[in-house]
Nanobody
Framework: QVQLVESGGGLVQPGGSLRLSCAAS????????KGWYRQAPGKERELVAS???????NYADSVKGRFTISRDNAKNTVYLQMNSLKPEDTAVYYC??????????WGQGTQVTVSS
């Protein structure tokens, strides 16, 4: 059984930083895309950043230059370094793994709140 466990969320002031981690356990097809999504109250879930097993990275325009996604394949972990946080970054952040055999896994979500 595959499990994704996120950590690193919390309350931070505008301009601050947080680092999210997502550790995956279980058997996961090695060719996959790991990503971070977020959902703010009253809004649809949106892609924040993704990284393929080959290292191709994609960011939402709203976070380019501020967020950095990375992965450790040996640890089956994906990270999201978030700098220069803004109040509009407040959301529940979800980790996702989508494999080349079309398996789709989600974490439970971690709250990020940016407020003074």
């Amino acid at each position: 059984q595959v499990q994704l466990v996120e950590s690193g969320g919390g309350l931070v002031q505008p301009g601050g930083s947080l680092r999210l981690s997502c550790a995956a356990s279980g058997s996961i097809f090695s060719i996959n895309t790991k990503g971070w999504y977020r959902q703010a109250p009253g809004k649809e879930r949106e892609l924040v950043a993704s990284i393929t097993s080959g290292g191709t990275i994609n960011y939402a325009d709203s976070v380019k230059g501020r967020f950095t996604i990375s992965r450790d394949n040996a640890k089956n972990t994906v990270y999201l370094q978030m700098n220069s946080l803004k109040p509009e970054d407040t959301a529940v952040y979800y980790c996702n793994i989508y494999t080349a055999v079309r398996s789709d896994y989600w974490g439970q979500g971690t709250q990020v709140t940016v407020s003074s």
